[in-house]
Structures are given as C-alpha cells and as structure tokens.
C-alpha cells in the first residue's frame, strides 16, 4: 500500500507514519485520533479513517488495443472524465502494561478490492483488509509484526507527499485502467507478511531493519495451494512475474533528523536485499541488491528533497532478471520534490525516473531484444484545509514510459509504439473522521 501522511489521515494513518521522516511530522505512534471504543479486553479502541471524492480527467495511451490476455491486451472504451470515490475503516487497539510495554494492533479496511479482482469481477463496493499488523514498544524500540510496509518504506526521508493527493506517490494511480502500462515508482515494496524492528532514536539517530520469508500477505504461507507468493520452485516458461518473486527479503535502515538555526535536517540510508525463488529447469534468477539514499530540509514552510536507489532489481522491487536472458542493466531511480505551506495553504510539485531492464517477459530464446525502460512522471498540485476533517484538492500528474522493441498496444515484441503517455487531472474532497 502507498503510504503518505496527509492533513486528513486518521487513526492508522497517524499510527503507521509516526516513523516516516517527510511523511510524518511529530506524529504520536500510539496516541491516534478517533472517538474512543470500550474493550473488554483492557485496551482503548479507537475507530477512524477517511472518505474522498474526486473528479478525475483521466488521458490514457493504448486503452482499447488488444484483445485476450498474456501478451495482448483487453481491449474496451474508457471515458476520459468520472467521479471516484474511496474509504478507509481504521482501528488501533492500543493497550499498556503496568511494567511501561505498550502493545496494540492496526487493521485497515477498505473498499478498493476493485484493483485486485481476480476471474474478471470488479466490485467497486466490497471491503478487503490492507494492512493489519500488531506492535510492542518500549524504551528497547518498537518491534511490528504483521502486513506492513518494509523498513524503508517507514523510515525514509525525502519523499515530499505532503501536497495535494501525494504526488507521484499519490492517487493518481487509481484512475489508471491495468489494461495500459503505469508509471513504476520506487515508493513501494509491498505489504508481505514481515516482522519489523524500529530503535529509540539516539542524538537524532535511529536505525531499523525488517524480514520477510516471501511476498505473500495474509494467512497464507510458503507454497499453499493458490498461494501465488510460493517462495521454492517457479516454471521459466514465463520470463515475468511467475519469476518474479523474492525470498528471504532483508532490509535495514539508518535515519537522522535535527534541526539548526531553524532548518530542519533529514537523512536516511538503507539496503534492500533478496533472494529470487528457484526456477524448475535449473535456470536462475538474480536476487535483488539495491542501496537507496534520501535527503530532506524545511524552513520557512518550505520543504525539499529527494531519493536516489541504485543497484540490481526490477520495477517494483521485482527479481532483476533471468540468467538465461542476457540483459545485465542496472536498476536506477530518483525522485526530487519541494512543497511550500502557508496557513492553510500546501502547494507542492514532484518529478521522479526509474531506469530498469524492462519487460524481460517478451524476452525469449536467452535473448535480450528489448532496450531498457524509462518511466518519467511529474506531478504538480495543491491543497486547502477547509476545516479539520476537511480539504480541498487539486492535481495533475503527467508521465511517459519509453521502451525500445517493445509494443506497448499489444504487450509484445515490435518496432511500432515503443511508448506510453498518460495525464491524471484529479480535484475533490478528502473528509477525516
């Protein structure tokens, strides 16, 4: 899930973000706002969460090209304007012990199972569970158990979200139709089951570190039947995500903050690291290495920065490449951001690269006959805080991706429509409750 605290997140909002550097700003992890629940069970519940309601203008490469799945594309009409709206149900438990250890759990309930409907159903009305993980914390730390972000994704800095709906880390990517290529940002690496240590912060330092067996969420675990996050074996006979998955994923973190003579200073550094399940014919796939650097400053309302990530994965933290296709680029991306608040007041503008192999599933033969993929996107936009509980937004994101060899109308191999264009217009409302 992309994770970005903004004026109107609630109660898991303020409980997950309270570690993110730019993403959070004084946030108490275990005091969330909402209207208190009696619990039997000695602890405060609290029930929170958001409602937006956007208009969106939505221009959108290759929509209706294609028919069938695989390589091609199903084809159907989109309109460029709708309505759209979302809602998150957010609960925290928070409890304390007599000896100081605090402990509680999170759970985030949504109605965007839409994006993940399976045997061509969407529902636009259903709930389905985000994260949901639990938590003990004291003056050791705090260690988190469950669906949630990695510790990168918690603890980094440079990321400026805080305008509008998020940037390019915001929700621009719902009004994109699966049926064209989206612009890859390295602001998510999933909600796979993990465990999650985050220390005290020490003269502005803290450090963290997280561990997780497979991408899979949820109850299910290694290779459970239908289980699609099965961490031992993989056919090659599908160069894409079927190859695609990572194991024993390891990341740690280290993250300064402080401030002179007003600016406030941000710094985190991180390692990303994981192994590649085993391929069935004894080919294999490289594991991912990827060191990521992010910087921060704020003064005056202003707020800047950027993040940098290089080494060897693929989009979305994917396994970087078959050995047995012979494509040895490296994995590159950047992001770069400032925003100004004044009163109630946030503008704010990001762009963002992401260099990678690209689409090694058109690659056949051990052959590499597709060039390196480059996603560009920048977003400009801004919000007004009405009231509490109430803001105004106002975005419009822009992006191209850009592939030599590949046919981004049919999902395969050519010489025609080597790229992708896409702009998102989004204006509404976001309600806290």
Known sequence: MRKILLGTTAVVGAVVMASTGAMAQGADPFRAAGPAMTSHRDLEVRLGGFFRFYYSNTDQ?????????????????????????????????????????????AVEIQNDSVRQATSGTNSKTSLDLDEVWGYVAGSFGQLRMGDEDNVWGLMSVGQIANFATGGLDGDFYDSLSGNSPALSQPSDAGDNTKIIYMSPQFAGFDFGASFAFNTGEGPLSGCTTGNASCDRLASIETFGSSTARRRNEVVAALRYRGSFAGVGLGASAAYIGADAVKNTNGFGVDRINVGALGLQLSAYGFLVGGQYLFGDAGLGFATPRLKLVNDDRRYEAFNVGASYTLGQITVGAQYGETRSAGAQSVNTAGLANTGGRTDKGLSVGGTYRISPGIEYIAEYTTYKIEEAGVNFATGGRGTANNSVDGQVFLTGFRFAF
């Open 61 to 105: 490469d290759y929509l209706n090209n294609g028919t069938g799945t695989g390589a091609g594309r199903t084809g159907f009409n989109q309109g460029k304007s709708d309505f759209q709206e979302e809602t998150e149900i957010h609960i925290v438990a928070n409890g304390k012990a007599a000896n100081g250890l605090r402990y509680g759990v």
